[in-house]
């Protein structure tokens, strides 16, 4: 199946700084999903993005395809962007399983 | 829209007892699922459903079983809980529209099977 590897697996922010997530991923996709899972366990969607750039207030992202990796970028982070960001994909051709990294663990601190 | 929605948050069962979790969404989505997700780690899918009345397995289905009876509403079973299936689990639901496939979750159900 395909795989998904996301770095760093931890990161420590101060309040205010900026941080880049990537997620590698190992064949083709059709669907990319960036998901915030706060302290609560709740997955907020954050970004569908299988190719192109988006962005929505502080956050954005931006997924090259054809060199399967996309890049989640949080700037002026704040104490409530803590928590674990997934990447999840669906390989093209596939039925719609989505197949989830392991997560960036991000806590940002005053 | 309420959105995706799962009953019950919490539940605790002893090995043996069984079970259904229950999962509805006001989206009118064709494409629904059943994923879990232990310490540490992402989501793993169990069960999926393309429409009414059919479903497939996903990547860890054993020990489970789904329905879809209607278009709203997706189960999960547990027939006989084992300690192995403590977990929290995800309901999620898509379009079936060409080219798009964003995947919209719900709160989760947090079991815990002693």
């Known amino acids: 199946g395909i795989q998904v590897e996301q770095s760093p697996p931890d990161l420590i922010l101060q309040e205010g700084a900026n941080s880049t997530l990537r997620c590698n991923f190992s064949?083709?996709?059709?669907?990319l999903q960036w998901f915030h899972q706060n302290p609560w366990g709740q997955l907020i969607n954050l970004f569908y993005?299988?190719?192109g750039t988006k962005q929505n207030g502080r956050l954005s992202a931006t997924t090259v395809a054809t060199e399967r990796y996309s890049l989640l970028y949080i700037s002026s982070s704040q104490t409530t962007d803590s928590g674990v960001y997934f990447c999840?994909?669906?390989?093209?051709?596939?039925?719609?399983?989505?197949?989830f990294g392991t997560g960036t663990r991000l806590q940002v601190t005053l | 829209n309420a959105g995706v929605t799962q009953t019950p948050k919490f539940r605790v069962l002893k090995t043996g007892q069984s079970m259904t979790l229950l999962c509805a969404q006001d989206?009118?989505?064709?494409?629904m699922y059943w994923y879990r997700q232990d310490p540490g780690m992402g989501l793993r899918l169990i069960h999926y459903?393309?429409?009414?009345?059919?479903?497939a397995k996903g990547e860890v289905p054993d020990g489970y079983n789904v329905s879809r009876l209607k278009k709203q509403n997706f189960l999960l079973g547990l027939e006989s809980a084992a300690p192995s299936q403590t977990s929290v689990y995800f309901c999620?639901?898509?379009?079936?529209?060409?080219?798009?496939?964003?995947?919209?979750f719900g709160p989760g159900t947090r079991l815990t099977v002693t």
């Open positions: 999620a639901s898509s379009l079936r529209a060409a080219g798009v496939h964003e995947q919209y």
């Open positions: 993005i299988p190719s």
């Open positions: 999840a994909v669906k390989r093209t051709g596939t039925a719609s399983k989505l197949t």
């Open positions: 064949d083709s996709v059709n669907n």
């Open positions: 989206m009118n989505h064709e494409y």
């Open positions: 459903s393309v429409g009414e009345g059919t479903t």
